[in-house]
C-alpha cells in the first residue's frame, strides 16, 4: 500500500524558518517525481514546488521562489521542503504528493500525503 | 501567470448529473486532471489526462478537454459525492490549481 506521511509541521514566527519531511513507503520512491502542495485555511490547493526522481528537474511557484527549497533522499525514500524568510501568508496545510507521469503527458497527482500544518504567526 | 477559474459552486440532485467546468487560456492544448476533495481529507485524483480514470474511480466521473474549457461530469450522482473539486494543468514549468467547486447534493 502506498504511504505518504508529512511530518515537521508547526508553529513559526515570521521570518523563521521550517523543514517539511515526507516519508514514503508501499513504492519504489526513487522512479518517481514528487510534489509539494499547500492549502490555506479555508481556501482552494496551491502548487509548491516539483522535483524529478533523480533530482536533475526542480521547479517552484513564484510565491516560494528564493525562499523555499525541494529535496529528496531516496536511500531514506523521503521527501523534503526547507522553508525559509516565512510569511503570515505561507500558513497552510502541506501536502506532499505521488507523480506518477515518467514521461510526458502528465497523469495527475496520483497520492497524496495526509498533509503537515504550518502556521507563521507572532 | 495562467488562471484555471471554475464555478464556486455546483447544486444537483441525487441521480442526476453535475457538470463542473474549469476555463483557461487554450486549456485543449494541455492535459486538465482533477481532483475530489472531502472536508478534513486529502485530495484524491479521480481523471487525469483529460478523460481516464484512475484505477478505483467510479465510471460515473468522467472528463472532457477541448478549446478553453475542461469539464468534469458525475453521472447518477451519489450522496458521497459531495465534495470539493479542483482541476489542474501544468503551464510551462508550473503546476496550476483551479479555483474550485462546491458541489452539494441536494
Known amino acids: 500500500e502506498v504511504q505518504l506521511v508529512g511530518s515537521g509541521g508547526g508553529l513559526v514566527q515570521p521570518g523563521g524558518s521550517l523543514r517539511l519531511s515526507c516519508a514514503a513507503s508501499g513504492f519504489t520512491f526513487s522512479t518517481y517525481s514528487m510534489t509539494w502542495v499547500r492549502q490555506a485555511p479555508g481556501k482552494g490547493l496551491d502548487w509548491v514546488s516539483y522535483?524529478?526522481?533523480?533530482?536533475?528537474?526542480?521547479y517552484y511557484a513564484d510565491s516560494v521562489k528564493g525562499r523555499f527549497t525541494i529535496s529528496r533522499d531516496n536511500a531514506k525514500s523521503s521527501l523534503y521542503l526547507q522553508m525559509n524568510s516565512l510569511r503570515d501568508e505561507d500558513t497552510a496545510v502541506y501536502y506532499c504528493?505521488?507523480?506518477?507521469?515518467?514521461?510526458?503527458?502528465?497523469?495527475?497527482?496520483?497520492?497524496w500525503g495526509r498533509g503537515t500544518l504550518v502556521t507563521v504567526s507572532s | 501567470s495562467y488562471d484555471l477559474t471554475q464555478p464556486p459552486s455546483v447544486s444537483v440532485s441525487p441521480g442526476q448529473t453535475a457538470s463542473i467546468t474549469c476555463t483557461g487560456d487554450?486549456?485543449?492544448?494541455?492535459?486538465a486532471c482533477w481532483y475530489q476533495q472531502k472536508p478534513g481529507q486529502s485530495p484524491v485524483l479521480v481523471i487525469y489526462q483529460d478523460t481516464k480514470r484512475p484505477s478505483g474511480i467510479p465510471e460515473r466521473f468522467s472528463g472532457s478537454n477541448s478549446g478553453n474549457t475542461a469539464t468534469l461530469t458525475i453521472s447518477g450522482t451519489q450522496a458521497m459525492d459531495e465534495a470539493d473539486y479542483y482541476c489542474q494543468a501544468w503551464d510551462s514549468r508550473t503546476a496550476v490549481f483551479g479555483t474550485g467547486t462546491k458541489v452539494t447534493v441536494l
Open positions: 504528493a505521488r507523480d506518477p507521469s515518467l514521461v510526458p503527458p502528465p497523469r495527475g497527482f496520483d497520492y
Open positions: 522535483i524529478s526522481s533523480s533530482s536533475s528537474t526542480i
Open positions: 487554450k486549456l485543449g492544448d494541455k492535459y
